[in-house]
C-alpha cells in the first residue's frame, strides 16, 4: 500500500522502476550504435581529408620539381646542401603537406631518418580508424621497432617503376617512370596512395614505416616499407617483387607489370590485416587517384578492374562504377 503525503505518492513501485530502468537501457542500445556511426562518418572525413591534402601535397612537389614525381627512395649525394643524402617518397612530401621544419630536422644528418626523424610523428599520416595506429609509433617488432608509422602507402606501379644507378654517385634510385603531366592512363584513372594499416600483428615484425628506405635492390624491399603492390621495370633482370610474390601473376596485354595485388579487402580486424593487400577500418577503403581526389573502394571491386585502377599505362578505360 502507498504512502501517500498531501496526496502525492512518495516513491515507486519496483514494477516501475524496472520499466524505467528498461526504458534507459534500451536508449542507451539504440544510442551506442548512432554514436559509432557518428564516431565513424567523422573518421572516415578526416582520413578522406588527409589523403586529399597528401594528394595536394604530390601535386605541389610536381610544381617545384618540374613535373617530377616523389621518389619512392633517392640518393642525392654527399654534399647536398639542402637535403638529406636518403630521401623516402614520405619523407620527400614533408614540405608540402605542411611540415617543413621537420624535413628541415633531417638536414646534414645524411638521411631522411636522421636526426630523431625515425620515431618523429605525422598525424597527416595517421588514418584515426586505423587500430594499428598506436599514437603513430611502431611497436610491433622487426626492422621498424620505435620508428613512426603510417596509415597509407603509395602505389608502386606509380612511384617505384624506374630503377636505375645514379652514375655520379653509384647509388640505385627508385623513382616514377612518369610526371604529373604524362600518366598514360591518365591522373583520374591511376590509384596513387591507398589505405595500408602502419602495423600487423599477425605477421610479427611488419610495419608500415614511413621514413624507413625501402627499394630494389640496394636497400631491399623489407618488412618496415611503405608501398603497396609490385611489379617489374626489366623484363630480362626483374628485381623481386615487393609485397606480392606470394600471388600468381596476372597478365596485362601491352605492360610489362606481372602484379599489381588482389581486389582491395576492408578488413576492419587487426587479425586479419594481411601486409600485401589494402587494409581500412572503414566500410570502404579511401583511395587517392593521382588528380587529387579521394574515391572509396570495397571489396567488391572486381580484380580486373582494380589492377587497371593501380596500372598507369595498361591502356583500359576502368568501368563504370568500379569503385563502389
Aim: with cysteine; glycine share 10%.
Amino acid at each position: 500500500m502507498f504512502r501517500r503525503l498531501g496526496g502525492r505518492r512518495l516513491a515507486f513501485t519496483l514494477i516501475e522502476l524496472l520499466v524505467v530502468i528498461a526504458i534507459i537501457a534500451i536508449l542507451i542500445a539504440l544510442l551506442v550504435p548512432a554514436v559509432q556511426k557518428v564516431r565513424e562518418a567523422a573518421a572516415r572525413t578526416t582520413c578522406a581529408n588527409n589523403l586529399k591534402q597528401i594528394g595536394l601535397g604530390i601535386h605541389n612537389y610536381a610544381s617545384t620539381y618540374n613535373s617530377k614525381l616523389p621518389p619512392q627512395l633517392q640518393y642525392v649525394g654527399p654534399q647536398a646542401p639542402s637535403t638529406p643524402s636518403w630521401i623516402t617518397f614520405w619523407y620527400a612530401m614533408l614540405p608540402y603537406v605542411e611540415q617543413g621544419p621537420l624535413y628541415n630536422r633531417a638536414l646534414g644528418s645524411g638521411a631522411a631518418w636522421g636526426n630523431g626523424n625515425h620515431n618523429a610523428v605525422v598525424p597527416l599520416y595517421g588514418c584515426p580508424s586505423d587500430p594499428t595506429y598506436n599514437q603513430g609509433v611502431n611497436s610491433n617488432g622487426g626492422n621498424g621497432s620505435t620508428w613512426s608509422v603510417t596509415s597509407y602507402a603509395p602505389n608502386w606501379g606509380m612511384f617505384a617503376t624506374n630503377l636505375f644507378v645514379d652514375q655520379t654517385y653509384n647509388a640505385w634510385q627508385t623513382r616514377s617512370r612518369y610526371n604529373i603531366g604524362n600518366i598514360p592512363d591518365g591522373t583520374s584513372n591511376t590509384v596513387g596512395v591507398v589505405e595500408r594499416y602502419s602495423q600487423f600483428p599477425a605477421y610479427p615484425g611488419y610495419a608500415n614505416v614511413f621514413v624507413y628506405p625501402c627499394s630494389q635492390p640496394y636497400w631491399g624491399w623489407v618488412n618496415a616499407c611503405s608501398i603497396y603492390g609490385g611489379s617489374y621495370t626489366n623484363p630480362g633482370n626483374p628485381p623481386s617483387l615487393p609485397f606480392s610474390n606470394w600471388y600468381p601473376p596476372a597478365s596485362i596485354a601491352g605492360a610489362n607489370y606481372i602484379q599489381i595485388m588482389p581486389p582491395v579487402l576492408a578488413t576492419p580486424g587487426q587479425a586479419a590485416a594481411h601486409y600485401q593487400q589494402v587494409n581500412t577500418g572503414h566500410p570502404v577503403a579511401q583511395t587517392l587517384l593521382m588528380d587529387g581526389s579521394v574515391r572509396g573502394v570495397g571489396a567488391t571491386v572486381t580484380y580486373q578492374a582494380w589492377i587497371w585502377a593501380c596500372t598507369p599505362e595498361d591502356g583500359n578505360p576502368l568501368p563504370q562504377n568500379w569503385n563502389q
